[in-house]
């Protein structure tokens, strides 16, 4: 079961994310926060799967949720057909090894303390504690050089390296396991523009060479366009449209997708007009009845306060809106 | 005669026994009602540019040579009480995080009366009416109740807007915008910078907005500074900067944009990155990242060529192919 091709990399299967509540007896009740309701996604082999959505989404949670930092409150997240999601840490330690992740903030996730080689050698010494000195220097060197990283620069600290290069080495240290499943949660968003292309063409070329999965986080839409297979659309915790990057660009199906599409900037001097959302994000203390973005659609009717659209099939696309089940987009 | 008229600006840093040049004699002027964009990357000198206009350089960065002239009169030589009448009142200033430009522990209205109040000798239901009126130009939903909010009660893209009525408050002929929109979502960004341009627009403000964003730039702005290393690098009409840039910087930049490539290729990237103020390379800051760098580029500071209307420094201007855009720009 577990190496068939047919079975996909990673399953999110209706997975809920509460955080809060509690509290009642000394102290007041605390709010329940609803960070994601209901996702079900598959990952593929070979995929760079994106999940884009403004802040507030639960993109960054979904992405710890699979990578098993914080536990679903419900639901569950099979790895290559193995549900992962309930094992504690010794049985999950061999589908950590394959696991790794990339963060936002290379000036925060990279320790000061510790210099880069021995940030590097922290995974291999941990997943492979027989492993001879020899053997870790030549395999640090190795991914070094292929994220183009000078491997003479083992010695040095953190601080001693600008914004690109030290996402360059968190790129290094995930890689460090030879893993299959790499998330990356928005590793381009604190970097300069010319700096997002050095690091995008290393996350690509590492892609390439060592067939990886990726599970891209951003917020960045002209980035999913050009690095991202398929992409899932997310608003308050819920998928709204799932679908193959192409198709995406091309033929943007619910509406929240169709004004998110609206406002990402173009060079192309076609000025500013996105489509008008009235009101605000509500937050996922509160959310909307029905289908959550009925608040701010310009298709909303009385059904789409009442129920909740399911993720459909709608061509090569799936959707959650009813507007464009019955037509009406 | 120009607005503001900015004169071989220099700024420096002076750090124990070096001092650090951030900005190397810089030099452009914005007319009424004019709004320019300055881009470029961390550390290309575009905040400080910002921030010497309006004498807010933090210590001890000091201005060293050159002008700011403003309403014909050099603003850069003021002493602190005679530039708290521009600062604020006729030149506003609008910074990147909401949440920190604003008192968390003001309300909104507070906030707006006291601003006006140090501007103008008026009574407080006039300073009240005058902030409501601002908070409805900038489409704040009933903007007699928010008066009464707190900074926190506001999400993101409101308190954005209500900084941005602040600015308009005195009516200033210029707004400075420092990466207005930056940590704000796309579909909010797009609404403030509509709304920024429009509220230009109609009142005949002249905006600076300083950003690392192109797109956005272009969007905006009616001409583009280019900035690299503490230096202006190219300049020029929007329009003419985006579709057939001259620098290899500025070619560099447009190029690396993903809308820019064909989806899954490799990107084109600069490589390298921008040098650190105590290592900037002699002759053309940016020779070692530069496809077309030569001896004489090692050794020769250019200058801004070419026609008023769009200049750049390089000195191999002419040696450079005709710019082809890739993808997005047609």
């Not at chain 1, 960045?220 to 297979?229: K, N």
């Not at chain 2, 280019?226 to 929007?238: K, L, N, P």
Request: charged share 20%; net charge neutral; hydrophobic share 35%.
């Amino acid at each position: 079961m577990t190496e068939n091709t047919k079975t996909p990399l990673v399953e999110i299967e209706n997975v809920e994310m509460r955080f809060g509540g509690g509290g009642g007896f000394l102290s007041s009740p605390q709010p329940v926060v609803k960070a994601l309701n209901d996702v079900s996604l598959t990952i593929e082999k070979g995929d760079a799967f994106c999940l884009v959505g403004e802040s507030g989404c639960g993109k960054s949670t979904l992405a710890r949720t699979v990578i098993g930092l914080n536990p679903p409150s419900a639901g569950q997240i099979k790895y290559n057909g193995n549900r992962i999601d309930n094992l504690n840490s010794r049985d999950r330690q061999p589908f950590t090894k394959k696991m790794q992740m990339i963060f936002q903030n290379p000036y925060a996730s990279l320790n000061p303390r510790m210099t880069v080689y021995q940030t590097l050698e922290e995974p291999l010494k941990i997943h492979y504690p027989a492993m001879s000195r020899a053997e870790i220097r030549s395999k640090v060197e190795e991914v070094m050089l292929s994220v183009g990283n000078d491997p003479t620069w083992g010695e040095r600290y953190p601080h001693e390296f600008s914004g690109g290069q030290r996402q360059r080495i968190s790129i290094a240290r995930a890689l460090m396991l030879d893993p299959e499943f790499i998330v990356a949660d928005e590793p381009i968003s604190a970097l300069d523009v010319s700096i997002q292309a050095q690091v995008l063409n290393v996350m690509m070329d590492a892609q390439k060479e060592r067939n990886l999965t990726y599970l891209f986080i951003t917020h960045d839409l002209s980035v999913v366009e050009h690095f991202g297979s398929r992409v899932a659309v997310m608003y308050l915790g819920r998928v709204c449209e799932l679908s193959h990057t192409n198709d995406l660009f091309k033929t943007p199906r619910h509406p929240y997708t169709q004004a998110l599409l609206s406002a990402i900037p173009k060079i192309d001097g076609s000025g500013v007009n996105p489509v008008k959302m009235s009101g605000e994000v509500p937050t996922a203390m509160d959310l909307p009845s029905g289908c959550v973005f009925h608040t701010r659609c310009p298709y909303a009717k009385e059904r789409c306060s009442r129920e909740i659209p399911a993720l459909q099939d709608n061509g090569d696309t799936k959707t959650a809106c009813f507007a464009v089940e019955e037509g009406r987009v | 005669m120009a607005l503001l008229d900015v004169k071989d600006l220099e700024v420096e840093f002076p750090l124990g026994r070096k001092t650090l040049k951030a900005l190397h004699g810089i030099s452009f002027s914005l007319n009424k009602g004019e709004r320019i964009g300055i881009v470029g990357e961390s550390g290309a000198g575009k905040s400080v540019a910002a921030f010497s206009i309006l004498n807010l350089l933090s210590k001890p960065g000091r201005i060293s040579a050159g002008e700011v002239i403003f309403e014909n009169q050099d603003i850069s030589k003021l002493n602190r009480d005679q530039m708290r009448h521009i600062r604020g009142n006729r030149i506003s200033m609008i910074f990147q995080d909401p949440m920190m430009t604003l008192n968390p522990v003001l309300t909104i209205g507070t906030q707006m009366t006291e601003c006006l109040k140090a501007h103008r000798a008026i009574s407080k239901e006039e300073a009240r009416q005058i902030s409501i009126s601002k908070l409805r130009d900038v489409m704040i939903p009933s903007p007699e109740n928010r008066m009464d909010s707190y900074p926190h009660e506001l999400s993101g893209g409101m308190r954005q807007r209500v900084v941005i009525a602040i600015a308009l408050l005195t009516d200033p002929s210029i707004i400075v915008a420092d990466e207005p929109t930056t940590a704000l979502d796309v579909t909010i960004q797009a609404e403030i910078m509509a709304l920024m341009l429009e509220l230009c627009a109609n009142n005949n403000v002249g905006l600076i907005l300083i950003t690392h964003d192109l797109a956005v730039v272009s969007q905006v702005t009616e001409r583009i500074i280019v900035m690299y290393a503490g230096r202006i690098v190219e300049e020029g009409q929007t329009q003419d900067v985006i579709t057939n840039p001259k620098h290899p910087y500025t070619r560099g930049l447009i190029k690396a944009l993903p809308q820019e490539n064909s989806p899954g290729a490799r990107l084109n990237q600069i490589r390298g990155s921008m040098p650190a103020l105590d290592a900037i390379p002699a002759g053309c800051s940016f020779n070692p990242r530069c496809d077309f760098a030569d001896e004489q580029c090692h050794k020769d500071i250019p200058q801004l060529t070419g026609p008023k209307t769009h200049t750049a420094a390089c000195i191999h201007i002419d040696r450079i192919p005709a710019f082809q855009s890739t993808g997005g720009l047609t």
